[in-house]
């Protein structure tokens, strides 16, 4: 059964950093692109930032200088280093496939607040 589990968010004053880990089974994802989206109440899921097979990422504008994708395909884990943190990057966030998504994981909270 494939299952993506997300962790790592939590709560964090502005200006903190966060890393988020998302673990994949049932599936090798080194061959897929892979992404970090995220959902604010009230707002559609929007893609953050995404990572190629090979390791080549891209950012929304917002998340350029300050969010860092990577990969562990030995861990078949994907990665988020969040830094600089705003209150409006507050949202669950997931991961997954860029294209042919899987299930959907539960996400992680995370929560910019003073």
């Known amino acids: 059964q494939v299952q993506l589990v997300e962790s790592g968010g939590g709560l964090v004053q502005p200006g903190g950093s966060l890393r988020l880990s998302c673990a994949a089974s049932?599936?090798?994802?080194?061959?897929?692109?892979m992404g970090w989206y995220r959902q604010a109440p009230g707002k559609l899921r929007e893609l953050v930032a995404a990572i190629t097979s090979g390791g080549t990422p891209t950012y929304i504008d917002s998340a350029k200088d300050r969010f860092t994708i990577s990969r562990d395909n030995a861990k078949n884990t994907v990665y988020l280093q969040m830094n600089s943190l705003k209150p409006e990057d507050t949202a669950v966030y997931y991961c997954?496939?860029?294209?042919?998504?899987?299930?959907w994981g539960q996400g992680t909270q995370v929560t910019v607040s003073s």
């Open positions: 049932g599936i090798t994802i080194s061959t897929y692109a």
């Open positions: 997954n496939r860029r294209v042919g998504a899987l299930r």
